[in-house]
């Protein structure tokens, strides 16, 4: 089974693909991630995509696809993949069905959680993040068990650098410019399952069970 997680930066994307992998086991392929991975080791990808990131602007098409392929190709001998931030523009969406149809491989869902810009504001700017693990807290709505340290691993979180107000008011409105039409996208091919993403994140997650059920069951 594969998936795709859309949804405005803040919906929960991260949250949830790491439970559903863990249920479905399927690999988690975050673009996110990745990049800021490339950033971190300052290859040459990380150095031309730092600009556009810590902006919140989207990085270049051909960028993107170019190092999609290679995740792709790499993961797929694993099982199934969750797709969490690609695609993000219709460009990138038709690149991916292309490599799709050469590998002979299919999206069975995908998933699209919405949520208020209202909330997307106050989630992101309390968002803190593990550096070891990448699991995703909010210093109110899904705090570490202790203040400022990761449940799993003890680690200390540290909060994003485009988390800032500032940013994450142009993230948004990148999102509704060049990714909200993708959603039609995949609703004119019958694949997008929509979720309200208001709400505890063990309603959403049955939620989002419930929608790839009703798919792949189907
Ligand atoms: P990326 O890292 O993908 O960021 P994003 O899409 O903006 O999404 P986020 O990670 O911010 O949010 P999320 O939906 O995963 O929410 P989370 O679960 O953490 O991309 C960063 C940048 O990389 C982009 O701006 C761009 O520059 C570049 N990029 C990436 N992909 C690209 C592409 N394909 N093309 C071009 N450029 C690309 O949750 C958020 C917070 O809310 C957390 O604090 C969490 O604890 C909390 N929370 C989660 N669920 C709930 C709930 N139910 N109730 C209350 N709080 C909740």
Known sequence: MNLIFLGPPGAGKGTQAKRICDKYNLT???????LREHLKNETGLG???????????LVPNDL???MMRYEIEKNRSKG???LDGFPRTVTQAEALDE????LNDKIDVAIVLNVPNS?????????RVCPSCGTSYHLIFNPPANEGVCDHDGEELFQRKDDNEETVNNRLEVYTKETKPIITYYEKQGLAHH????????EIFNLINEGIDSFVNN
């Open 28 to 34: 988690q392929i975050a673009t996110g991630d990745i």
């Open 99 to 102: 490599l799709l149809n050469d």
């Open 119 to 127: 909330e997307l504001m106050a989630r992101l700017t309390g968002r």
């Open 64 to 66: 993107i696809i170019d």
């Open 195 to 202: 979720v309200d993403g208001v709400g505890t994140v063990d």
């Open 47 to 57: 150095k031309k995509a730092r600009e556009y990131i810590d902006a919140g602007n």
């Open 80 to 82: 199934g993949y969750l």
